[in-house]
């Protein structure tokens, strides 16, 4: 068997996505073509070591590039070779950059939304109001929607994780539109003799008629049939992740918006307006299903970040001053409303925007006619 056959079937045996699939086959064949098709047997720890630093002194790549190449080669040589890669904690480590990421602001939001349609603003209004990645987005599946509850489960994200979300109930009634042009689409392919859905792990084995339920069945699915690279069945797959991208970027240009705005910027959005209507980390962290809390505290450096957010404590102390002079009591502060409460009035309002932005647009182009 050929060296990349051995390293796909030892990622299979460990159930990894198809994305890491490729990804680690990829950097295992740039690392044999690095030291010109020399077999990884036949090397360890130095060249390793030479491959690595190259690709942070030679390519300039991210931290995370380099991580990524590393975990690969490291992949092949425990589990396919069955071989210590040896000691490379030598190598000279890309630099990782402290960036802050891009989020919008409220207005921003709603004018990027108003520049989208169908089921693409659909799509970015889940982001945004659930806080979910791309491919947490792009994967859900009819049974992860419970309107009872009005809950979201977002199945296996990062590190594997589950966790829930809030259904915002002013989406309630497009995902239920949604969710029919689904249906419609799978009898469709039922009655064409397909209508099977990629099931995780040994599922497919063990329930063999489960890849045709409906509530396997994809939330946002491709508009075609397509063959399974692992299993070659016909299957309809989700939808493809660059398509949101796109419409994104599109809907960015045409709103005018001067930032480099991305799918990841909705999330981002997300976090950093519950952070800004004064909710507490830890509930925002569960949210977006980050293990470490540190990583959430860089929204706070966002919300935070300028004099101009700085509430200077002689504000309360002029109020109190003003309430000794008129005599009147300190008023207590107000209660805290829930997260899904807040974000609740929060989306209504963006939706509220969207529809003048949109009315707004239809007036000029009815007095331009």
């Not at 002079?325 to 209660?335: L, V």
Request: charged share 25%.
């Amino acid at each position: 068997m050929k060296l990349l056959d051995q390293l796909r079937a030892a990622i299979r045996l460990r159930h990894y996505s198809i994305r890491t699939e490729r990804t680690y086959c990829d950097w295992v064949k740039r690392y044999c073509h690095y030291h010109n098709l020399r077999h990884p047997r036949e090397m360890g720890a130095p060249e390793i070591n030479q491959y690595l630093t190259h690709l942070a002194t030679d390519r300039n790549v991210a931290v995370s590039t380099q991580n990524q190449a590393c975990c690969a080669i490291v992949f092949l040589y425990k589990h396919v070779l069955g071989k210590d890669p040896g000691d490379f904690s030598d190598v000279i480590r890309a630099k990782r950059p402290k960036k802050l990421p891009v989020v919008l602001s409220l207005d921003e939001t709603a004018r990027l939304l108003s520049h989208m349609t169908g089921t693409k603003r659909v799509m970015a209004e889940l982001m945004y109001a659930t806080g979910a990645r791309i491919i947490e987005l792009i994967r859900l599946r009819v049974k992860d929607i419970d309107f009872e509850r009005n809950l979201i489960t977002i199945r296996e994200g990062k590190n594997a994780k589950d966790r829930t979300v809030p259904l915002p109930s002013e989406l309630a009634e497009d995902l239920r539109q949604q969710l029919a042009e689904t249906k419609a689409l799978h009898d469709k392919d039922l009655a064409e003799g397909f209508g099977e859905v990629y099931l995780p792990h040994a599922l497919e084995k063990k329930y063999p008629n489960a890849a045709k339920e409906w509530c396997w069945q994809y939330l946002f699915p491709s508009v075609k049939r397509s063959i399974d690279p692992r299993s070659g069945k016909e299957r309809r797959h989700h939808v493809y992740e660059k398509v949101l991208q796109k419409a994104i970027r599109d809907a960015t240009r045409a709103a005018e918006i001067p930032k480099m705005v991305h799918a990841h910027s909705l999330r981002h959005s997300f976090a950093t307006h519950l952070l800004e209507e004064g909710h507490d980390i830890r509930t925002v962290q569960e949210l977006l299903g980050h293990s470490d809390v540190r990583t959430t505290q860089i929204y706070t450096h966002v919300t935070l970040q300028g004099a101009q957010a700085v509430r200077t404590p002689l504000t309360r102390a002029r109020a109190a001053m003003q309430n000794m002079e008129t005599g009147a009591p300190e008023p207590a502060p107000p209660e805290q409303p829930s997260v899904a409460e807040a974000f609740g009035l929060a989306f209504t309002l963006l939706r509220q925007k969207i529809a003048t932005l949109i009315e707004g647009r239809g007036k000029d182009c009815a007095v331009s006619q």
